[in-house]
């Protein structure tokens, strides 16, 4: 039996850098931030790299093992550059335009503003040397992310170019990088890469104005309602209350019409679906828009659910509170008198107190199944029933759980001819459930479903004037 001789030591090298002696050079033009964090990251996954630097003699540290020429030897050494210069700066390229030709150029260029230039960054470098292949790519990345490795949120590069093979060849090298690749087609879509890291939480801005709004709205309702009016007609400084009774009753109204504004627009478009009869005719632009950012809604409303839920916890330590309970005590004391206990007021907080928890609750499990994370674990069939039916059930519950604030308050204790708050954020979510019941009815479900499985009504009109025509 032969024996097996053990290697005395293991090579540490890359597989591909063992079975390929002949490590691909890659070049790169500018040694500041983005250059170095890139170069560190190439020089890590194997690549061996030159710089071409304005100064070679005099540039900053750069990563172990990289070699610094100048421009002109730098282009002729390697067959793909990276342009990590600031395309204020491309015109010198103009001059190496022989050395360029036939080359592939990666530009990682962004601007500081959208619609800067005229055209693309890469448009440009293309037009300054049309004899370049010229690939957008890695833009999306800062140096740190490229310096610290792909994290979740930083594992795209997207890219785009007019040469099949030279996007292939910067698709390798990102994914030995560790990235995942996503092509966008030809260099005319430079432009919308290059608007990517300018974007500020473009799906965000609904839902944030509205919640604005919604809150300044209710905030000065119940100020007018809770403070001036006890200030103009019983002399009383209830001002005090702005702090905590204010924001405790606002958070939770603005939540809830929140959460129902999330799915009215899905009702609205399942009527709209009804009354076309058919599916494939398009939403009108507003209601798509606002389908698009139905997560974030969602996600504020949950947050305005948990300041709810917080100054509510704090309502036992507040001075008020304590010195209304303090006071009862003593005056019961002193007339000898005892409040009797009251099953049907226990009965009320209880009820309330608990649909409110599990409320929250069900909101909670909403919100962390619409974390990527957690939503790209479940099948399509598991995200809709939590997105769906749970979601109804929570707007149902949390409705449930105003209505029995409201109790038996409901329709007087207007002030100057103004409802309860209470009474206001009921309306919307009041409307969508009934909505919804009204779908839900098997008659309407059926047909909806007909609709949504691609059955289409015909119009007896256009089926007439077909027919003539035909
Ligand atoms: P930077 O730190 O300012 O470095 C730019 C480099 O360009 C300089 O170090 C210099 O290298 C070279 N340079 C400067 N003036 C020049 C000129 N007149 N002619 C020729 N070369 C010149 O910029 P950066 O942050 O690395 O960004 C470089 C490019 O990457 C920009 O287009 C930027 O939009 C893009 N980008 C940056 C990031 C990031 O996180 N930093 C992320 C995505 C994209 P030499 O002195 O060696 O010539």
Redesign the pocket.
């Known amino acids: 039996m032969s024996e097996e001789v053990k290697p005395e030591s293991v090579s540490l090298c890359p597989v591909s850098i063992a079975t390929n002696p002949e490590r691909e050079l890659l070049c790169i033009?500018?040694?500041?931030?983005?250059?170095?964090?890139l170069g560190q990251r190439l020089l890590q996954s194997g690549y061996r790299l030159v710089?071409?630097?304005?100064?070679?003699h005099s540039?900053?540290p750069l990563p172990p093992g990289a070699q610094?020429l100048s421009?002109e030897a730098a282009a002729q050494s390697a067959s793909l550059i990276f342009?990590?210069?600031?395309?204020?700066?491309?015109?010198?390229l103009e001059s190496l335009a022989p050395q360029l030709k036939d080359k592939v150029l990666v530009?990682?260029?962004?601007?500081l503003k959208k619609n800067l230039y005229p055209e693309a960054?890469a448009e440009y470098l293309q037009r300054l040397i049309p004899r370049a292949m010229v690939v957008k790519a890695?833009?999306?990345?800062?140096?740190?992310?490229?310096q610290n490795g792909p994290s979740d949120a930083n594992r795209q590069v997207y890219l785009c170019g007019n040469s099949t093979t030279a996007k292939q060849a910067v698709a390798d090298i990102a994914t030995k990088l560790g990235f995942t690749v996503l092509d966008r087609g030809s260099l005319s879509a430079a432009r919308e890469l290059e608007d990517f890291?300018l974007q500020l939480f473009p799906e965000w801005r609904l839902p944030i104005r509205l919640a604005f709004g919604l809150t300044a709205f209710f905030f000065f309702y119940l100020l007018i309602r809770d403070v001036v009016y006890a200030y103009v007609q019983e002399g009383k400084d209830n001002s005090f209350r702005i702090m905590v009774s204010l924001a405790n009753k606002v958070f939770p109204i603005v939540s809830l019409i929140m959460l129902a504004l999330c799915y009215l627009p899905g009702v609205i478009a399942a009527f709209l679906q009804l009354y076309r009869g058919t599916k494939y005719k398009r939403f009108p632009d507003w209601l798509d828009r606002w389908m698009l950012c139905r997560k974030q809604m969602g996600l504020l409303a949950l947050a305005f659910a948990s300041l709810h839920v917080l100054y509510t916890l704090i309502i036992p330590i507040r001075y008020y509170v304590r010195y209304r309970l303090a006071a009862n005590t003593i005056s019961q004391i002193m007339e000898n008198k005892t409040s009797k206990f009251d099953t049907t007021m226990a009965w009320r907080t209880d009820s309330y107190y608990s649909v409110g928890i599990l409320g929250f609750g069900l909101y909670l499990l909403l919100g962390i199944s619409s974390l990527p994370s957690v939503s790209n674990a479940l099948s399509w069939r598991e995200f809709t029933f939590i997105q769906s039916k749970l979601g109804y059930l929570t707007l149902f519950i949390c409705t449930f759980h105003t209505y029995l604030y409201g109790w038996d308050k409901f329709l007087h204790k207007y002030k100057w001819y103004m409802p309860p708050s209470y009474m206001l954020c009921l309306v919307v979510p009041s409307m969508v459930l009934l909505l919804k019941l009204l779908l839900l009815l098997p008659c309407v479900d059926k047909s909806l479903t007909h609709i949504r499985q691609g059955w289409e009504r015909t119009d007896p009109e256009d089926a007439t004037r077909k027919s003539l025509l035909t």
């Open positions: 033009f500018g040694t500041g931030d983005l250059g170095r964090s710089y071409g630097s304005r100064r070679p540039c900053g610094v421009h342009l990590c210069v600031h395309r204020e700066h491309y015109e010198f530009d990682v260029s962004n601007n960054n890695f833009n999306t990345l800062s140096a740190w992310a490229l890291p």
